[in-house]
Nanobody, 116 residues
Framework: VQLQASGGGLVQAGGSLRLSCAAS????????MGWYRQAPGKQRESVATITSSGSTNHAESVKGRFTISRDNAKATVYLQMNSLKPEDTADYYCAAKRTTPSRFYWGQGTLVTVSS
């Protein structure tokens, strides 16, 4: 199983980035997908999730600014990030989760740095 995240980089406050996570080795359409982030010295936290049926949930800190979406045909999940703030600076990770049978996979991180 591989979850290949991309799209991170350096952006000024107020700017936008779109993260992508391409999955292989799983039946993508059966998995709930999520984006998580970990800032230096902090615990990893959930940013946004999208179920296999397309229902989404976004953390309060990113509501109205970030949008998670998925393309099952491309086995890819996206995170559109707008109005970025310096506090959004973190390593961003994607994850795939299935309940029955129980499965959970992490991808590698992609670094997002927002300068003030």
């Amino acid at each position: 199983v591989q979850l290949q995240a991309s799209g991170g980089g350096l952006v000024q406050a107020g700017g936008s980035l779109r993260l992508s996570c391409a999955a292989s080795g799983i039946i993508f359409s059966l998995y709930d997908m999520g984006w998580y982030r970990q800032a230096p010295g902090k615990q990893r936290e959930s940013v946004a999730t999208i179920t296999s049926s397309g229902s989404t949930n976004h953390a309060e800190s990113v509501k109205g600014r970030f949008t998670i979406s998925r393309d099952n045909a491309k086995a890819t999940v996206y995170l559109q990030m707008n109005s970025l703030k310096p506090e959004d600076t973190a390593d961003y990770y994607c994850a795939a989760k299935r309940t029955t049978p129980s499965r959970f996979y992490w991808g590698q991180g992609t670094l997002v740095t927002v300068s003030s």
